[in-house]
C-alpha cells in the first residue's frame, strides 16, 4: 500500500479481497454500461493526455487507451498491489499506460498536464476532506478548459436503491459515503472551483444508484491548492 499521511481504503476495503475486484464488480455495477457511457461522456480525442485517479486494475484506463491508441493515458492509485494487477493487464493487451503510485489528493504530475481527468468509483472512497483536496489537485493539474468526469455512487432515486446501497456503505464505510448518498458531490465539485457541474446519466445497479458527472476547469483559472 502506498505510504501517505492518512489511512487509505483499498478498493474492496480489505487487501485480501483484492483478487476479487474485477468479478465483483463487473457482475454486480454494470461495469462495461457505465464505463463506456463514462468514456463517451468525456468526448476524448488521440492527441488528448488523460489521468485515471483511483484507477484501481486499470479496466477503465486500458479500455480507453484501446479506443484512442494515439492518447496518452496515466493511471494513479494508492494500492500498489492493485497497480501491479493493471500493469499485467496492459501488458496483456499490449498497451502503453504509465500507472503511478500515489494519492489523489497529492498528485505527482505538474500544474496544467491533463486535457481530460477520469475516475471511477472512487470518490466514495475519500472522506469530505479529502474529496475536496483531490478535487482541488484535479482542477491544478487539468488544463484550461480541461474536464473531470466521474462515475461514482450518487443519491438513491428510489426506496429500493437506497436499500441496495446499504451493502456498499457497510463495507466501505459510512463516512466516506455519506457525500455520495446525500446527493451533495456535485455542489462539493462546484465549490472547488469547477463549472458547468451537471449530472448527465444515472444507471441503477444492484449495490444503489451510479450518478456520471461532468465538469470544466474554467478559463482562465491558475494553480489552485
Same mark, same amino acid.
Not at 485515471?52 to 494508492?78: E, F, N
Given at each position: 500500500?502506498?505510504?501517505?499521511?492518512?489511512?487509505?481504503?483499498?478498493?474492496?476495503?480489505?487487501?485480501?479481497?483484492?483478487?476479487?475486484?474485477?468479478?465483483?464488480?463487473?457482475?454486480?455495477?454494470?461495469?462495461?454500461?457505465?464505463?463506456?457511457?463514462?468514456?463517451?461522456?468525456? &468526448?476524448?480525442?488521440?492527441?488528448?493526455?488523460?489521468?485515471?485517479?483511483?484507477?484501481?486494475?486499470?479496466?477503465?484506463?486500458?479500455?480507453?487507451?484501446?479506443?484512442?491508441?494515439?492518447?496518452?493515458?496515466?493511471?494513479?492509485?494508492? &494500492?500498489?498491489?492493485?497497480?501491479?494487477?493493471?500493469?499485467?493487464?496492459?501488458?496483456?493487451?499490449?498497451?502503453?499506460?504509465?500507472?503511478?503510485?500515489?494519492?489523489?489528493?497529492?498528485?505527482?504530475?505538474?500544474?496544467?498536464?491533463?486535457?481530460?481527468?477520469?475516475?471511477?468509483?472512487?470518490?466514495?472512497?475519500?472522506?469530505?476532506?479529502?474529496?475536496?483536496?483531490?478535487?482541488?489537485?484535479?482542477?491544478?493539474?487539468?488544463?484550461?478548459?480541461?474536464?473531470?468526469?466521474?462515475?461514482?455512487?450518487?443519491?438513491? &432515486?428510489?426506496?429500493?436503491?437506497?436499500?441496495?446501497?446499504?451493502?456498499?456503505?457497510?463495507?466501505?464505510?459510512?463516512?466516506?459515503?455519506?457525500?455520495?448518498?446525500?446527493?451533495?458531490?456535485?455542489?462539493?465539485?462546484?465549490?472547488?472551483?469547477?463549472?458547468?457541474?451537471?449530472?448527465?446519466?444515472?444507471?441503477?445497479?444492484?449495490?444503489?444508484?451510479?450518478?456520471?458527472?461532468?465538469?470544466?476547469?474554467?478559463?482562465?483559472?491558475?494553480?489552485?491548492?
Amino acid at each position: 500500500m502506498f505510504k501517505g499521511t492518512e489511512s487509505y481504503i483499498p478498493a474492496l476495503k480489505y487487501h485480501w479481497l483484492t483478487s476479487l475486484y474485477d468479478p465483483v464488480i463487473a457482475l454486480t455495477t454494470r461495469e462495461r454500461t457505465f464505463k463506456n457511457q463514462l468514456i463517451t461522456q468525456a &468526448d476524448l480525442a488521440d492527441d488528448h493526455t488523460i489521468l485515471d485517479v483511483g484507477c484501481g486494475t486499470g479496466t477503465l484506463a486500458c479500455r480507453i487507451k484501446q479506443r484512442y491508441p494515439s492518447s496518452r493515458i496515466y493511471g494513479l492509485d494508492g &494500492d500498489k498491489n492493485i497497480l501491479e494487477i493493471a500493469k499485467r493487464k496492459a501488458e496483456k493487451a499490449n498497451i502503453n499506460i504509465q500507472f503511478d503510485p500515489g494519492l489523489s489528493y497529492e498528485l505527482p504530475y505538474p500544474d496544467n498536464t491533463f486535457d481530460r481527468v477520469v475516475t471511477s468509483l472512487f470518490f466514495h472512497h475519500l472522506t469530505l476532506s479529502q474529496k475536496e483536496r483531490t478535487l482541488m489537485e484535479i482542477l491544478r493539474v487539468l488544463k484550461t478548459g480541461g474536464e473531470l468526469h466521474i462515475a461514482d455512487w450518487g443519491r438513491p &432515486d428510489n426506496v429500493l436503491m437506497r436499500i441496495l446501497f446499504y451493502q456498499v456503505q457497510l463495507l466501505d464505510g459510512f463516512t466516506t459515503t455519506h457525500e455520495n448518498v446525500k446527493g451533495l458531490l456535485p455542489g462539493i465539485i462546484r465549490n472547488s472551483g469547477f463549472d458547468a457541474v451537471r449530472i448527465n446519466t444515472v444507471i441503477q445497479t444492484i449495490f444503489g444508484t451510479l450518478s456520471l458527472i461532468s465538469a470544466k476547469k474554467p478559463d482562465g483559472s491558475g494553480a489552485i491548492i
